[in-house]
C-alpha cells in the first residue's frame, strides 16, 4: 500500500478528481487512461486507503468520563462543554467518508475494463483481489459514516445516510434523501460479504499445494502467480479477516439499545459475526497473552516484519517512527505537554487485583492508599501519583507538593487538570527531549482481536445470558475470565466477583462494559460506547484527585474538573448543517 500511495496518489490529486466531471479540464487525463494503465488506476483506489477512518491519538475520548485535555483550544473539549451543533461537529464523517467512497465507486465502475496482466488468470486474480478490497473499504467507510450521522428523526424514523453505490458525476441527482439505518446496515454487510468472496483471508505466500481451487479451476498451477498477486508484499492492505471484523462492528451497533428498534440485527446476530472472527484463533483459548500492552510490546513493535501483525492485532496502520505521542502526553519534566489527562472517573473503574469494584465492601479498597493492591492495568495505561515514566523511571509527582511542573494545575498549561497522566499507547523508552531526537517505532491499531471479544461477550450475554453459547464453544463468562486473568485479575481467589455474577445477566452486563472501557481506553471508543448504549455517563462530570502532604502524610481530595454539557438528543450526530442547506430531500436527526 505504502508504495501506491509514494508513487500515484499525488499525481491523482491533481488530475482524476476534475475528471470525475464532464467536461475535463484541458491537458488532465480522463479516466479511460486507466485502463492500460493498471498504476494508474490502483491509484484512484488508494485514495480510499489514505482517507481511512482511523486515528493514532486518542481524540474523542477527552470528550467523555475518561478523559479530558489541558488544550483550551481543543475541539472536542468544546464540543463536551456545550459547543457541538450541526455546524461545527470534530465528530463529523460526512465529507471524507463521501469523498472515499466516490474514489471507491469510480474504482468499481471501471475496474472490469482495466487490463491488470496480459495473461488472462493473472489479469482475473488482481481484478478479484482489488474489487474485493474496494467492496471492503466501501463497508468501512460506510460504518464510520452511519455511526456519525445514523439517529432518529423528529418524525420518530431511524435513518442513516445516502447510499450511493454508483459515481457521482456532474450530471447526477445530488438531492438524494437519507436511506434508513436497516438499509445501511445491509449495505455494509452485504459489501462486507461480497469482499470476503473475492480477498484472501490473509495476504501471504504459499506453495503449490495451497492454491484456492476457485483459482485452480481457471488454471493457475503455479503458486509464485498466485504470490505476485496475492502474496506476502500485499501485507497491510485490508482482508477478508479484516472485514470480517468490519461485519462484526456494525452488526454490534444495530443490535445496541440506541438502534435496535430501528433494526432486524438482533443480539445473536451480532455474537456470531464475532464468533466468525474469533473462531479462526480457537475461540477464548486464542486471547494474545500480550495484547492489552500491544502498544508497549517493544520487542514486538522493533521485529515486525513489512505488513505483518502481531497476534493482537487483526488490522494496524503503517509503522510510523516518531514521538508525537509522547511529546504530546508526557508530563512536562520529560518535555511533554501533557494533553489528555485520565480521569478519576476512569481511575475508578479499575477493580481491585482480586476483581472486585472498590465500591464492594470485599475489595479492601482503602482510599487512603488508592493504588495498592488494584487492576495491573491501572498502572499499565495511567500515570498515577509517584509512578515512573520515561526512558530514565522518573518520578512523577502529580500532588500539589511537587518541586517540579508535573503537579495537579501548575501556571504553564502543560501539567494534568485531573491528577493523571496518560500512559498507554506511549512507548517508556522514548525521549521527547529535542536534544536527543529518540523517534521511535509506532503503529495504529485499527482493529484488535479484544474488541471483538468485547463485542461477542456483550452481545452472547444478551443473547443468550452470561454462561449460554448459542452453539457456539465458548461463552460471553469464558470470554472475560480469559481477558481478566490476562490482566492479572483474581488469580488467587478465582476471581469470586466474576463467579458471583455469572448467573446474573444484569450484572454481567455491567462488568463486560467495564471490562470494555478499561481494555479499549483511549483508542477512540468510548463516545461511541456510551452513546449506542444509550446510558447517562454521557453527561457525568469528569473528576480528578487533588493530593497533598501537609505533615508528612498524604490526603487525597476529589475535585470536579470539567462539566459535560450533551443534551438528550446528542445521543444520535447531526447531519452537516451546510449539507441541509443545499439538499432539500436531506432531514436532520431529531434535536439539531
Known amino acids: 500500500m505504502k508504495n501506491i500511495i509514494k508513487l500515484?496518489?499525488?499525481?491523482?490529486?491533481?488530475?482524476?478528481?476534475?475528471?470525475?466531471?464532464?467536461?475535463?479540464?484541458?491537458?488532465?487525463?480522463?479516466l479511460e487512461a486507466m485502463y492500460n494503465e493498471p498504476t494508474y488506476a490502483q491509484g484512484i483506489?488508494?485514495?480510499?486507503?489514505?482517507?481511512?477512518?482511523?486515528?493514532?491519538?486518542?481524540?474523542?475520548?477527552?470528550?467523555?468520563?475518561?478523559?479530558?485535555?489541558?488544550?483550551?483550544?481543543?475541539?472536542?473539549?468544546?464540543?463536551?462543554?456545550?459547543?457541538?451543533?450541526?455546524?461545527?461537529?470534530?465528530?463529523?464523517?460526512?465529507?471524507?467518508?463521501?469523498?472515499?467512497?466516490?474514489?471507491?465507486?469510480?474504482?468499481?465502475?471501471n475496474t472490469d475494463e482495466v487490463v491488470w496482466s496480459k495473461e488472462e488468470v493473472i489479469n482475473t486474480m488482481y481484478n478479484d483481489r482489488l474489487k474485493g478490497e474496494a467492496y471492503a473499504l466501501?463497508?468501512?467507510?460506510?460504518?464510520?459514516?452511519?455511526?456519525?450521522?445514523?439517529?432518529?428523526?423528529?418524525?420518530?424514523?431511524?435513518?442513516?445516510?445516502?447510499?450511493?453505490t454508483e459515481p457521482e458525476t456532474a450530471e447526477s441527482d445530488f438531492n438524494l434523501p437519507r436511506n434508513t439505518f436497516?438499509?445501511?446496515?445491509?449495505?455494509?454487510?452485504?459489501?462486507?460479504?461480497?469482499?470476503?468472496?473475492?480477498?484472501?483471508?490473509?495476504?501471504?505466500?504459499?506453495?503449490?499445494?495451497?492454491?484456492?481451487?476457485?483459482y485452480q479451476s481457471i488454471g493457475v498451477t503455479n503458486a509464485g502467480d498466485y504470490n505476485r498477486v496475492n502474496g506476502n508484499h500485499m501485507r497491510g492492505r485490508i482482508t477478508g479477516r479484516i472485514v470480517e471484523a468490519v461485519r462484526a462492528q456494525a452488526a454490534l451497533l444495530a443490535a445496541s439499545p440506541a438502534y435496535n428498534t430501528g433494526t432486524t440485527v438482533s443480539w445473536e446476530d451480532a455474537a456470531n459475526f464475532a464468533a466468525d472472527v474469533l473462531d479462526r484463533i480457537g475461540g477464548a483459548n486464542g486471547l494474545s497473552a500480550d495484547g492489552h500492552t500491544w502498544y508497549a510490546n517493544i520487542d514486538e513493535i522493533e521485529g515486525l516484519a513489512s505488513g505483518a501483525t502481531p497476534e493482537e492485532i487483526i488490522w494496524r496502520g503503517d509503522i510510523g517512527q516518531n514521538n508525537d505521542l509522547e511529546t504530546d502526553n508526557f508530563p512536562p519534566s520529560l518535555y511533554g505537554s501533557g494533553?489528555?489527562?485520565?480521569?478519576?472517573?476512569?481511575?475508578?473503574?479499575?477493580?481491585?487485583?482480586?476483581?472486585?469494584?472498590?465500591?464492594?465492601?470485599?475489595?479492601?479498597?482503602?482510599?487512603?492508599?488508592?493504588?495498592?493492591?488494584?487492576?495491573?492495568?491501572?498502572?499499565?495505561?495511567?500515570?498515577v501519583n509517584e509512578s515512573t515514566q520515561g526512558p530514565n523511571s522518573d518520578v512523577i509527582v502529580t500532588g500539589t507538593y511537587g518541586d517540579?511542573?508535573?503537579?495537579?494545575?501548575?501556571?504553564?498549561?502543560?501539567?494534568?487538570?485531573?491528577?493523571?497522566?496518560?500512559?498507554?499507547?506511549?512507548?517508556y523508552d522514548c525521549n521527547p527531549n529535542p536534544e536527543f531526537d529518540t523517534n521511535q517505532k509506532h503503529y495504529a491499531a485499527r482493529i484488535r482481536y479484544t474488541e471483538i471479544f468485547l463485542a461477542y461477550a456483550e452481545a452472547a450475554n444478551e443473547a443468550w445470558g452470561p454462561t449460554g453459547n448459542g452453539g457456539n464453544s465458548y461463552s460471553a463468562y469464558d470470554v472475560i475470565k480469559a481477558i481478566r486473568e490476562r490482566a492479572g485479575i483474581?488469580?488467587?481467589?478465582?476471581?469470586?466477583?466474576?463467579?458471583?455474577?455469572?448467573?446474573?445477566?444484569?450484572?454481567?452486563?455491567?462488568?463486560?462494559?467495564?471490562?470494555?472501557?478499561?481494555?479499549?481506553?483511549?483508542?477512540?471508543?468510548?463516545?461511541?460506547?456510551?452513546?449506542?448504549?444509550?446510558?447517562a455517563n454521557l453527561n457525568e462530570t469528569a473528576r480528578g484527585i487533588q493530593i497533598d502532604e501537609p505533615n508528612g502524610t498524604y490526603t487525597y481530595s476529589p475535585i470536579d474538573v470539567e462539566s459535560r454539557n450533551y443534551a438528550d438528543y446528542m445521543y444520535y450526530g447531526p447531519v452537516p448543517y451546510g449539507e441541509l442547506q443545499k439538499w432539500s430531500n436531506l432531514e436532520q436527526n431529531a434535536g439539531w
Request: aromatic share 10%.
Open 182 to 214: 436497516q438499509e445501511c446496515i445491509d449495505q455494509i454487510i452485504a459489501d462486507a460479504n461480497t469482499a470476503m468472496d473475492l480477498l484472501p483471508l490473509d495476504f501471504g505466500d504459499i506453495s503449490d499445494g495451497e492454491i484456492p481451487s476457485k
Open 138 to 164: 466501501r463497508a468501512v467507510q460506510m460504518f464510520a459514516l452511519l455511526k456519525a450521522h445514523g439517529g432518529w428523526t423528529a418524525g420518530g424514523e431511524l435513518l442513516g445516510v445516502p447510499i450511493v
Open 404 to 427: 517540579n511542573n508535573d503537579g495537579i494545575n501548575k501556571e504553564n498549561g502543560l501539567s494534568t487538570r485531573t491528577g493523571y497522566y496518560l500512559r498507554k499507547l506511549l512507548r
Open 339 to 383: 494533553r489528555v489527562n485520565p480521569t478519576q472517573n476512569l481511575v475508578d473503574a479499575f477493580p481491585t487485583v482480586d476483581g472486585y469494584p472498590i465500591t464492594d465492601p470485599s475489595s479492601n479498597y482503602d482510599p487512603q492508599n488508592p493504588y495498592a493492591n488494584r487492576d495491573p492495568r491501572l498502572n499499565d495505561y495511567i500515570v
Open 490 to 535: 483474581g488469580l488467587e481467589n478465582g476471581d469470586a466477583y466474576l463467579e458471583s455474577v455469572k448467573g446474573d445477566q444484569d450484572a454481567m452486563r455491567q462488568l463486560i462494559r467495564n471490562e470494555r472501557r478499561i481494555e479499549l481506553c483511549f483508542e477512540n471508543h468510548r463516545f461511541w460506547d456510551l452513546r449506542r448504549w444509550n446510558v
Open 45 to 109: 483506489l488508494a485514495n480510499a486507503y489514505i482517507l481511512l477512518p482511523y486515528s493514532s491519538a486518542p481524540q474523542s475520548d477527552v470528550a467523555t468520563d475518561d478523559a479530558v485535555t489541558n488544550d483550551n483550544g481543543n475541539d472536542y473539549l468544546a464540543m463536551a462543554t456545550g459547543s457541538w451543533t450541526a455546524s461545527t461537529n470534530p465528530m463529523s464523517q460526512w465529507q471524507g467518508r463521501r469523498n472515499a467512497i466516490q474514489y471507491i465507486n469510480l474504482f468499481l465502475a
Open 8 to 30: 500515484v496518489v499525488l499525481v491523482l490529486l491533481f488530475t482524476a478528481c476534475d475528471d470525475m466531471f464532464e467536461p475535463a479540464l484541458e491537458n488532465n487525463r480522463g
